[in-house]
């Protein structure tokens, strides 16, 4: 299937464009506001589209009609193509509630849904709630990336407590993805309850425990998505996490994992000079380096992005470096001779749901 897809490098729209990547076999058109002018060129041809496209920042005319004028221009843009391709929508449960936001979306969607009707294809709304995850921007995409903010920073923010459902933004990249094939034309998945002050202590305990190497308590998948929104705005500025070795004359002892609850796997490898490991991503997964002898380098790219981000560790003063979700990673071995480094998972290996997928490091 080749699918349009809108706000690629948004928050919503770079998760969504990963998870096609690791899960679909799709052709993906990825559109953002730079190519938006181009739009009924990339439209044509297309199978379907995922419009996640949106303005939630501006004057209220400003947000309310962002949105609708970004519907219009897509609807112009299939009319001009003469095809009827499925449109999955990223709407918000916001819409018609009386916000400039929540009538800008509510408004774009009706837009959506009657040209559909007109041009005979599939519609399919997404209604989603709270989004939080990896790489959202403070202040703008998640009450949720302010407070990773204010921990690393050690600021304190002003907390007004409510009960809230939070969905982490991979589940909704899922939700856009079923919409590709449900005969249903709304989807409304479900967040998680909790809280505001929750979120926060639970992201300051796990940056307190983090911040030298031990793993915070991973027992629902909440707070794994919690930490793995931590540990992105973490890197690459906090690593490697050095380890302290405790010596005698016997030798000397490494703690490499201190692990505060919940699964794990450790295995250890060894790699012959030259030799590259790796060369992958995942979606969800802990994965932690730590090279116990030898000499290696540790690089790293986040999807769709070209810098590329290296360290260089050895034996000789054991390091973490934790691989980031959605970044592709790799470990050479750089010395002369055999490099032995051990890895961890915070969950035992399912073949069946690997979580591991090919992307090369360079592009």
């Given at each position: 299937m080749k699918i349009l897809l809108t706000g690629a490098a948004g928050f919503l729209g770079w998760h969504?464009?990963?998870?096609?990547?690791?899960?679909?076999?799709?052709?993906?058109?990825?559109?953002?506001?730079?190519?938006?002018?181009?739009?009924?060129?990339?439209?044509?041809?297309?199978?379907?589209?995922?419009?996640?496209?949106?303005?939630?920042?501006?004057?209220?005319?400003?947000?309310?009609?962002?949105?609708?004028?970004?519907?219009?221009?897509?609807?112009?843009?299939?009319?001009?193509?003469?095809?009827?391709?499925?449109?999955?929508?990223?709407?918000?449960?916001?819409?018609?509630?009386?916000?400039?936001?929540?009538?800008?979306?509510?408004?774009?969607?009706?837009?959506?849904?009657r040209a559909a009707d007109d041009l005979g294809s599939a519609y399919v709304d997404v209604r989603l709630p709270n989004l939080f995850g990896e790489h959202g921007l403070p202040r703008y995409n998640s009450f949720v990336a302010t407070f990773v903010h204010a921990v690393i920073s050690g600021e304190v923010p002003q907390i007004v407590d409510r009960p809230v459902d939070l969905l982490h933004?991979?589940?909704?990249?899922?939700?856009?993805?079923?919409?590709?094939?449900?005969?249903?034309?709304?989807?409304?998945?479900?967040?998680?309850?909790?809280?505001?002050?929750?979120?926060?202590?639970?992201?300051?305990?796990?940056?307190?425990?983090?911040?030298?190497?031990?793993?915070?308590?991973?027992?629902?998948?909440?707070?794994?998505?919690?930490?793995?929104?931590?540990?992105?705005?973490?890197?690459?500025?906090?690593?490697?996490?050095?380890?302290?070795?405790?010596?005698?004359?016997?030798?000397?002892?490494v703690e490499v994992v201190r692990a505060h609850g919940g699964q794990g796997q450790t295995f250890v490898s060894t790699t012959k000079p030259g030799v590259t490991r790796g060369e992958h991503f995942h979606l969800r997964k802990i994965e932690r380096f730590v090279v116990l002898k030898g000499e290696a380098r540790i690089s790293l790219r986040r999807m769709f992005a070209d810098e590329v981000v290296s360290f260089d560790v050895n034996g000789d003063a054991p390091a973490i470096v934790d691989m980031p979700t959605m970044w592709a990673h790799n470990i050479t071995n750089t010395g002369t001779g055999e490099l032995t480094t051990l890895f961890w998972t915070h969950e035992l290996f399912d073949p069946t749901r690997p979580d591991t997928f090919p992307e090369a490091v360079a592009r």
């Open positions: 969504t464009r990963a998870r096609l990547r690791a899960l679909t076999e799709h052709e993906v058109v990825a559109v953002d506001r730079d190519e938006w002018a181009d739009l009924a060129t990339y439209a044509a041809g297309v199978d379907a589209i995922i419009h996640v496209a949106g303005v939630n920042r501006g004057s209220d005319a400003e947000v309310v009609q962002g949105n609708i004028d970004l519907a219009q221009d897509l609807i112009e843009a299939l009319r001009a193509s003469g095809l009827a391709p499925r449109i999955v929508y990223a709407d918000s449960i916001q819409a018609g509630n009386g916000s400039p936001y929540g009538v800008g979306k509510g408004a774009a969607s009706d837009l959506l849904a933004v991979q589940s909704a990249a899922q939700a856009l993805m079923d919409g590709l094939t449900t005969t249903e034309t709304r989807l409304e998945p479900a967040g998680t309850p909790t809280t505001v002050q929750v979120v926060y202590d639970t992201l300051r305990a796990s940056d307190e425990l983090y911040a030298g190497g031990d793993i915070p308590p991973l027992l629902t998948d909440l707070s794994i998505d919690l930490f793995n929104t931590l540990r992105a705005a973490r890197f690459p500025a906090h690593y490697p996490i050095p380890l302290t070795a405790r010596t005698d004359d016997r030798g000397s002892l």
